[in-house]
């Protein structure tokens, strides 16, 4: 199973892209594939048209939507920012196709730099999830003081956080396991 990544900080020395890292590594280890899609290299404008009527699409979206399009699950990692999510992945999932997302495992990361880990975001974040037909893991990994728990490697440094990675990741994994296994079995119909 192929997993993508949405780490969505675009900001200069952001530390949420940490835990993209780690999450990588860690569903790289169970054996299946996964890849970031870092907002921050994209560099997309501001939403002025959908990829698909777009006349001039900019550089890199349709490589970003093949991505999409080409993963069996994904999960979006957003800073909490105001009581919600980067600007930068509403704008990224808005110029692609609801079906690009749809009926596909969807897992929410949240990350601060303080101590509450960013449940209004995380919340904010389920809304987007559903608002693309994604199915949504009940679950959420909040990350509270980020600088605490991961180094700039993405490598786990607070030993006690690791519990909290492994039930998300493994409620996420058994969940996008499931959703693909009833895809395959309705294309074999």
């Not at 907002?39 to 404008?45: E, T």
Request: charged share 20%; net charge neutral; no cysteine.
């Amino acid at each position: 199973m192929h997993i993508s990544i949405l780490s969505s900080s675009t900001r200069i020395d952001r530390l949420s892209h940490r835990v993209a890292l780690a999450l990588e590594k860690a569903i790289i280890e169970r054996g299946h594939t996964a890849r970031i899609l870092d907002l921050a290299s994209y560099k997309f404008p501001i939403m002025e048209e959908v990829l698909h009527r777009h006349p001039k699409p900019p550089a890199g979206l349709a490589d970003f939507s093949e991505a999409i399009r080409q993963s069996d699950a994904h999960i979006f990692l957003s800073p909490e920012y105001n009581g919600s999510y980067t600007a930068a992945l509403k704008n990224a999932v808005d110029y692609l196709k609801e079906s690009e997302f749809a009926r596909k495992a969807i897992g929410v990361v949240s990350v601060t730099s303080g101590p509450m880990g960013g449940m209004r975001g995380a919340i904010s974040m389920q809304q987007l999830v559903l608002g693309v037909s994604g199915f949504a893991l009940p679950q959420m990994l909040l990350v509270p003081q980020v600088s605490q728990k991961f180094d700039e490697q993405g490598n786990l440094l607070d030993p006690a956080f690791q519990s909290k990675t492994d039930f998300f990741l493994n409620n996420f994994i058994w969940l996008a396991e499931a959703v693909s296994e009833k895809k395959k079995s309705n294309t074999a119909e």
